[in-house]
């Protein structure tokens, strides 16, 4: 009816839902400002970890338009949007598990599942890309092999996802903040590296590899510090 403004619009009418939450929020619960000062190493990485994920997700389309063109811009984000259908379910999880995990109530068991569904989800993202592509978006057949790398994606998210979720709920957003720096690095190394000797398959291999590093990461992470 109004064009993009409606767009706009609606992503904010769609925070609306929130507001009977906080209300209750706070008639349940007193505001204690001490909790700030006691909380605040956990506030500034928290926050920290936010800004992170922004310049994460625009990073690479300052990158890559200059390296590869804008075309090729476009297409990688078609893969990152079908990809991002893919994240629905750890995504989901997550929402779920962290105040559990943050209240110490075991969620182990629906971690597995996620990531046992995660490798059937990826595997389906592999084979039904060169089905839709094709019907959905000819002109981008081209994206097929971008889709099909990202969809591994989902695997190694998973599982880092699950070690976030564990982290947070013990407040130790400090070695999440950290893999996620490794995990940025890795994804920025092989955009340079990668990017410009196979394109855009290259640059889906580094994100792919920027989630197995940052997975390796909370391994060693949980090895070092809960053996």
């Known amino acids: 009816i109004i064009g993009p403004n409606g767009i706009i619009l609606g992503i904010g009418i769609s925070f609306l839902y929130l507001i009977p939450i906080i209300i209750k929020g706070f008639k349940d619960?007193?505001?204690?400002f001490s909790?700030?000062?006691?909380?605040?190493?956990?506030?500034?990485?928290?926050?920290?970890?936010?800004i992170e994920?922004?310049?994460?997700?625009?990073i690479d389309k300052i990158i890559i338009a200059p390296l590869?063109?804008?075309?090729?811009?476009?297409?990688?984000?078609l893969g990152l949007q079908f990809m991002g259908l893919l994240l629905i379910l750890p995504g989901i999880v997550y929402t779920y598990t962290l105040p559990r995990d943050a209240s110490g109530i075991t969620t182990k068991k629906i971690k597995i599942i996620t990531i046992l569904a995660s490798v059937g989800i990826a595997i389906l993202g592999i084979v039904i890309a060169p089905?839709?592509?094709p019907v959905f978006y000819p002109q981008f057949e081209e994206v097929t092999e971008v889709i099909q790398i990202l969809s591994l994606y989902i695997i190694p998210n998973s599982i880092s996802t699950a070690f976030t979720s564990h982290y947070l709920g013990k407040e130790k957003s400090k070695i999440?903040?950290?893999?996620q720096s490794i995990s940025v690095a890795v994804y920025l190394l092989g955009i340079f590296?990668?990017?410009e000797i196979y394109g855009l398959n290259g640059i889906a291999i580094s994100?792919?590899?920027?989630?197995?590093?940052?997975?390796s990461y909370y391994f060693i992470m949980k090895k070092i510090r809960f053996r």
């Open 29 to 32: 619960q007193k505001l204690d």
């Open 35 to 50: 909790v700030l000062k006691q909380k605040r190493g956990f506030m500034i990485n928290s926050y920290s970890m936010n």
């Open 53 to 58: 994920k922004i310049f994460t997700g625009q």
């Open 68 to 77: 590869l063109g804008f075309t090729a811009l476009g297409n990688f984000h």
């Open 131 to 133: 089905i839709i592509l």
């Open 176 to 179: 999440v903040i950290i893999g």
């Open 193 to 195: 590296t990668l990017g």
């Open 207 to 215: 994100f792919v590899l920027s989630g197995v590093v940052l997975t």
